[in-house]
């Protein structure tokens, strides 16, 4: 079985992911308890923590995770959507209360591959609804 962390969150004026750092937070506290162990060894590789280091921390996994929603949702929202100013990045702007019909629900998974012979050995993977 593969393992993984994962959120679900959802949109606020399609620009905004509502309490996006409380998810960034989980997902980072979820990679922290989750030792990612080969087959016949008991403990996770010094590799394998360094691979992970970056995206066990809040701080150095938010970009990531901030760089792919602004993705994910440019494409959902295709020319629907513009997110053409700077500030103007999904969950750091300033939302106003209320939720609209046109919201997206999303769902983010972080997975590692042990078996990979890559240089990619991190996935992270955004679905929208």
Known sequence: MTKGAYTGARTVQKTCVFDLYGHIDR?????NGIKFISEGSS????KTTEDLQEFRTSKTLAPYIINILREGM???????LKISAPNQIPGMKKCQKG???NNAKITILITYSIKVNRKKKVYILGHQL
């Open 99 to 101: 939720i609209s019909a």
């Open 43 to 46: 403990e996770e590789t010094k």
């Open 74 to 80: 440019k494409r959902y929202y295709s020319n629907d």
């Open 27 to 31: 997902l980072a506290y979820s990679l």
